[in-house]
C-alpha cells in the first residue's frame, strides 16, 4: 500500500490529468460522483464514499477513487484523482449508458418510466417519460 501511495502522490502532483486517466482503467467501480454536499460520493459500484470537506477534492464533481478504508456503506477516501465525465467517456467508452426503466414508484404508488443516463449505479441524467402500458407495467408491478 505505501509504495502505491507515494508512487499515486508524485503522479497525481506532476500530472493529475494523466493520474485520473490510468485511475479511470485501474478501478472503473470506483469512478464517484459528488451527491449530497461538499467531500460525500457516490461510487459506480454502488458504495458510497466520504472526503473531508476540508480536502481539496472535496469540492470536485466526479473522482476516480484509487484507496477507501471503512464500512461498506460510508467509506472514507484515502487516495483519489478529478476526472470529468468526458475523461470517462474518452478512456472508458461505452461504459456510460442511456435506457429507459419502468418501476413501481412506492412514493406515489403508480407505475413510472424514466430514460436514465448513467456509469453503474452514477446516474447523470434522468428525464420522466409518459406513462407506460401493457405488458411492461404487469412487470413492474410483479417486480415492486
Known sequence: ????????????????????????????????LQRGGRGRFVMANGRGAELPET??????????????????????????AEVTRGDVEAE???????????????QSRQVRARRATRLGAIVFEETPLPRPSGPAVSQALVEG
Open 92 to 106: 472508458l467508452p461505452g461504459e456510460i449508458k442511456t435506457g429507459d426503466q419502468i418501476f413501481f414508484d412506492r
Open 55 to 80: 480536502e481539496r477534492l472535496a469540492g470536485s464533481q466526479m473522482l476516480v477513487i484509487a484507496d477507501l478504508t471503512g464500512r461498506a456503506a460510508q467509506a472514507r477516501v484515502l487516495a483519489a
Open 1 to 32: 500500500g505505501g509504495r502505491l501511495a507515494s508512487g499515486l502522490d508524485s503522479v497525481t502532483a506532476t500530472a493529475p490529468a494523466l493520474a485520473g486517466q490510468l485511475l479511470l482503467h485501474a478501478f472503473p467501480d470506483r469512478i464517484a
